[in-house]
């Protein structure tokens, strides 16, 4: 395994001077997604935001009863799932279409196969877990079409081949396979509850578990890898898959030469995203003593690039192939374009420098203002 090097030599800009351009919501920002030139943000307190990408100019703000969970996207208009419902809005104007009140909490939404498809939960307070789950088919006009009951709580929902893939905690400890025609449970040859899941839409769907190993599912064939550790947090597939561990330990697969290296914190998020070169690198934000460290690893060797520096804790991110977008948990939104961040990291020392003097100021005004 690697370590991270103590004395780390690089020199450590602050997120925001590689940004090119900062927005905010109202509380931790759950998620961030970018859509038909569209920036989306919702909020633990459930405001929800919308934004130009190309110019950062405010397009749109809507409050609900919150906390939003997670949102998709398909044509003009776009998903979000709140508290115990589901809406449909204008992704231009923020209009409401329609809105479905369902049973629990709800949580993942995909677009899939012309319907909305969405996982709920209940969680039990006498046993401390989760008693219950669903998973919900309905049409775009805002109608349950089906609902299927679920054997364990749905951490994560793919899109595969036009089927939905959920990773299921206990008892199944494993996966679904959802359809028009119904659900159904394939084992995996050694069941562990799922923790976390991305990838579909054309790639293998990569899933986490409690005991830190990591199945890929390929045309509905699964291959488990084992890795000594503890529980997978976040995960993201591009040519192969990086996974980081509750313990702070990140880990590739095969494809990228099985490397380990150990950022000494808490990770909740990574991404591929935009690189110093050519390709997409590896985006890991790490969590300790009161500070992020925003790692930048080119996942061919799991050389680390650039590491950059924030004084919030990130929760959330997105990536396009030239563009990612970070969420921290104080409500603040960052966009990172792939052109400005090569521009940035070649300017001198000095620059630099004084680029995070003036964005440590617009920090401290934000906070003025009540931002």
């Known amino acids: 395994m690697l370590e991270v090097r103590k ?5 450590v800009a602050n997120l925001e ?9 109202d509380g931790e920002c759950v998620f961030v997604r970018v ?21 950062g100019m405010e397009l749109w703000r809507s409050n609900f009863e919150g906390p939003c969970s997670d949102s998709d ?10 508290s115990d419902s589901i809406h449909a809005i204008m992704m231009d104007s923020g209009e409401v279409v329609w809105s479905v009140k369902l049973e629990g ?10 319907f909305v498809w969405v996982t709920t939960s209940v969680y039990n307070f006498e046993i401390q877990d989760y008693s219950e789950g669903a998973v919900w088919q309905i049409d775009f006009e805002g109608g349950v079409r089906n ?52 990838g579909g839409e054309g790639v293998p769907v990569v899933l986490g578990h409690s005991n830190g190993s990591v199945s890929e599912i390929v045309d509905h064939l699964v291959k488990t890898v084992s890795q000594v550790g503890s529980s997978v947090r ?57 500070e992020s460290a925003i790692f930048l690893i080119n996942p061919k060797g799991g050389g680390i690039e650039l590491e950059i520096s924030h004084h919030s804790r990130i929760v959330s991110a997105f990536s396009g192939e030239e563009v990612i977008c970070f969420g921290d948990d104080v409500g603040c939104v960052f966009v990172v374009e792939g052109d400005v961040l090569r521009r940035r990291f070649s300017m001198p020392l000095e620059e630099m420098a004084e680029g995070d003097r003036s964005s440590e100021l617009r920090r401290k005004i934000r906070g003025l203002r009540g931002g």
């Open 7 to 11: 004395g780390y030599s690089m020199s």
């Open 234 to 290: 976040a995960i993201d597939y591009c040519g192969g898959w990086v996974a980081g561990m509750d313990s702070g330990c990140v880990s590739s697969s095969e494809d990228f030469g099985s490397w380990s290296v150990n950022l000494g914190g808490i990770i909740d998020v990574l991404s591929f995203g935009p690189s110093l070169v050519a390709g997409r690198w590896v985006w890991i934000p790490s969590w300790r003593d009161g």
């Open 35 to 55: 859509s038909n030139n569209f920036l989306f943000s919702g909020s633990r307190s459930g405001e929800v935001s919308c934004w130009d990408i190309s110019t």
């Open 17 to 25: 001077s590689y940004s090119s351009y900062v927005r905010e919501v």
């Open 105 to 114: 909490s709800s949580d993942f939404v995909r677009v899939s196969s012309g």
């Open 147 to 198: 609902k299927w009951e679920t054997l364990g709580r749905a951490w994560s929902l793919s899109d595969q081949e036009g089927k939905l893939v959920l990773g299921l905690s206990r008892p199944t400890s494993g996966y679904a396979i959802v359809s028009e025609n119904g659900i159904d449970y394939p084992e995996l040859e050694k069941p562990q509850p799922v923790t976390i899941g991305n």
């Open 73 to 82: 996207c398909d044509d003009e208009v776009f998903f979000l799932t709140e």
